[in-house]
């Protein structure tokens, strides 16, 4: 089963965002705050697009999406991963490991140093991702952003 990576199109960041605040609803709880989110890492992203230092990615699967991530510039030496998501009919296909690895050679290619990330501590099977790519948990905080009881942490990878 093969998965294929296209850059973003007409449409695409709306399904971005209308994915996120769906799944992550229905999965974890979370109300439309986290789409709101998700909808202003997308806005900013558009505003200040620079296509040498970032880039954001559709993964295709028998020609439908099934996930997406981001790589956005934080400073000079530092890329920012956004965003990933994989479908849930998607799971175990190695989506999240051909986007993860895109975005990670991308963030190479642009002269990153270091890919920082933010997810939830509940999200566990991105957390296990995260952490086989060699990244590290920095920190930890208390969060009710988009639900009760979420506790945020902030990762890093030295490129």
Not at 61 to 82: D, F, K, Q, Y
Not at 139 to 154: I, M, N, Q, R, T
């Amino acid at each position: 089963m093969s998965v294929t990576l296209r850059p973003t199109g007409p449409g695409d960041l709306g399904w971005i965002i209308q994915r996120h605040g769906q799944l992550y609803a229905a999965e974890e709880g979370w109300d439309h705050r986290f789409e709101g989110v998700v909808a202003g890492v997308v806005a900013d992203y558009v505003k200040t697009y620079d296509p040498a230092r970032e880039a954001c990615w559709i993964a295709e699967h028998e020609g439908r999406p099934v996930g997406s991530i981001m790589l956005a510039r934080e400073t000079e030496t530092v890329g920012r991963l956004r965003l990933l998501l994989v479908e849930p009919s998607a799971r175990g296909l190695g989506v999240g490991e051909t986007l993860v690895s895109a975005c990670l050679a991308r963030a190479r290619e642009a002269g990153y140093a270091e890919v920082v990330l933010w997810t939830q501590a509940n999200l566990l099977p991105a957390r296990r991702l995260y952490a086989r790519f060699g990244f590290e948990l920095e920190k930890s905080w208390d969060y009710d952003g988009f639900a009760e009881g979420l506790v945020s942490e902030s990762w890093r990878l030295k490129l």
